[in-house]
């Protein structure tokens, strides 16, 4: 799988756009992205995932460069509750397992 | 909506016993995962385990560990003879292979938190 690679940290302020950006420069062109977000010690949750268009859900959006070099994840109004670590991974077709990085933490300020 | 869940929250051992982590996957899906995470670590992919038989497997997972489905519902992970370097967090997963599409969503329980005494 591609390596990806993430900022450590960020902050956002409460109810402003945290942009949350990811470079994935030797991803193949059948690799998705995927973004997950594990607040605490909780289990990993899905976000969502991309493979060349921009996504759009409940969550966020993805918009993936048109190299797919690099994406960003969006959440449109940040809440306290999205204080998290964000992970950025890219992944082949199914069954196939998730590399995590170290991913970014957000911190949502008030 | 359907989630993954496991059992127990907590499990406190003592080294050299074997302990035995229970999820139940989402219900119509096909693929079971293990990761693990040391406490102030990364998320560690372990196994995936697909059709009855392990797909996947990383170094981490040796001969200490096994994985089973020993019905349609549950799917365990097995430490035989546990050691202090095995605490951490025990996360399940479990994908569907969507019908026409290539990719799948792994999709976490809230995970079991191992301690080895």
Known sequence: DAKTTQP???DCAEGRAANLPCNHSTISGNEYVYWY???HSQGPQYIIHGLK???????AS?????DRKSSTLIL??????????YYCIVSLNAGNMLTFGGGTRLMVKP | EPEVTQTPSHQVTQMGQEVILRCVPISNHLYFYWYRQILGQKVE???????????EKSEIFDDQFSVERPD??????KIRSTKLEDSAMYFCASSDLLAGLS??????GPGTRLTVL
């Not at chain 1, 268009?53 to 409940?58: A, C, F, G, Q, Y």
């Not at chain 1, 993805?62 to 048109?66: A, G």
């Open chain 1, 8 to 10: 450590p940290s960020m």
């Open chain 1, 37 to 39: 977000r594990q607040i």
């Open chain 1, 53 to 59: 268009n921009n996504e759009t859900n409940e969550m």
């Open chain 1, 62 to 66: 993805l918009i993936i460069t048109e």
């Open chain 1, 76 to 85: 449109p109004h940040a809440t306290l509750r999205d204080t998290a670590v």
């Open chain 2, 45 to 55: 992919f372990l196994v995936s385990f697909y059709n009855n038989e392990i797909s």
């Open chain 2, 72 to 77: 349609g519902s549950n799917f365990t992970l």
């Open chain 2, 103 to 108: 990719t799948d969503t792994q999709y976490f």
